[in-house]
């Protein structure tokens, strides 16, 4: 009985999360935890098994499209699989509570960065690093022409990228919007590329710190199976809603619903 409800929430969770591009984990943890009671590693253990498994099929997709810079996610991947290691190592000595306030914050840093609004960029200057390596490319801008861009503050990105590998071991998270955030932000890549490329890294990192929650024995198949399964289907269902309905109205309401998960986390945490 417990799987199936599980299944059905995992569902929702991510159909949610599709909506937005979130992925099911930011909503899965906390339902798992607040509404199931499960303990917070074995929910961050289930979580990033599902991820593994939703970013592989999309990520197919956006390479078949041309979206996704690959030398430049495998260059980053440095830096978040260093960062899913030193997290998962962190994890081990870090207090629940501590787990739990610092999801409730990261909840309220989504919900904010959800509300602001972003341009697209398209450098024209190169960083040093990204001239010897190559990093800079060109998309498909879906009417037919050919857009290059250039690749800027590469040392910077790398870094952000370390930090999103430990908070991704430590939440159980893909932590695509940090990614995004520094892609779009810090280097300057356009808004289409950095996600696509995000979605790509994120199931990478994801299975490096499966993989370690996995030896530690904190991967459950009662909970993790029902989970990856009902975030695939509802992350399919989520993902061909979301073109008809209207962007500004799933926004406004996932924000709230956000913003009243992070505040219950960190209550709990302080609890």
Do not use: C
Request: no cysteine; aromatic share 8%.
């Amino acid at each position: 009985m417990l799987e199936l409800l599980l299944l059905v929430t995992a569902i929702g969770a991510g159909f949610l999360g599709a909506l937005l591009g979130l992925g099911g984990g930011i909503i899965i943890v906390p339902v798992l935890t607040l509404v199931y009671h499960v303990d917070i590693r074995y929910a961050i253990a289930a979580s990033l098994i599902s991820i593994v498994a939703t970013s592989s099929g999309a990520a197919a997709s956006y390479l078949k499209d041309s979206l996704t810079n690959l030398r430049l996610a495998v260059f980053l991947e440095v830096g978040t699989v260093s960062g899913a290691i030193v997290g998962f190592l962190l994890a081990s000595y870090i207090k629940a509570q501590f787990l739990f306030l610092l999801f409730g914050v990261f909840l309220l840093f989504s919900a904010l960065m959800m509300l602001r609004r972003r341009g697209d960029h398209i450098s024209q200057h190169n960083h040093s690093w990204a001239n010897s390596m190559r990093l800079d490319g060109e998309f498909p801008d879906g009417k037919g022409n050919i857009v290059a861009y250039k690749v800027e503050h590469v040392p910077l990105g790398l870094f952000a990228m370390f930090g999103a590998g430990v908070l991704s071991a430590l939440l159980g998270i893909g932590s695509g919007i940090f990614k995004v955030l520094a892609m779009d932000g810090a280097m300057k890549l356009p808004m289409k590329v950095s996600s696509a490329t995000s979605n790509f890294m994120i199931g990478v990192t994801a299975s490096a710190s499966a993989g370690a929650y996995l030896l530690r024995g904190d991967v459950r198949p009662e909970i993790a199976a029902p989970v990856a399964v009902g975030i695939i289907i509802g992350s399919t269902v989520g993902a061909r809603v979301m073109m008809k309905m209207s962007p500004g109205l799933i926004r406004k309401i996932f924000v709230v619903v956000l913003a009243i998960v992070s505040v219950q986390m960190i209550m709990k945490g302080l609890a």
